[in-house]
């Protein structure tokens, strides 16, 4: 059910009342699960740390990457490049331990790490 490379249109109404469409390209993720918890990788190329908004509301996480990039002056003769920001939506397992996210950028790969709760984790049970 991956989007790769899909771009998505989302509505915003700015404080001056005026309707825009800004465009998002789904980045391509892998998620992987571990004895802990889950380990979330995002591809967002040309993404630094300054451009990363990654925000929990409700038991929805949502990342946002914007691109900056630098204008070259000239004619363009050919460009597949989209000037479109990134952005990605995951409802949240409800095992997840909230408090203890993390995330890091390093090279355009966002990962997050979403520990599990330890109330959920497996634990053996000593018989008396």
Known sequence: MDMKGTLQKEHRVPTDGNQRSVEFVTPAVNIFETKDGYVVEAEMPGVTKDGLEVTLEGNEI?????????????????????????????????????????????????????????????RKISVE
């Open 62 to 122: 949502t990342i946002v990457g914007h691109r900056t990039t630098d204008t070259t002056t000239g004619q363009a003769i050919f460009s597949e490049c989209a000037n479109a920001d990134f952005r990605r939506v995951f409802e949240m397992d409800p095992a997840i331990d909230s408090t203890r996210i993390t995330a890091k950028m390093n090279q355009g790969v966002l990962t997050l790490a979403l520990p599990k709760s330890e109330r959920v984790k497996p």
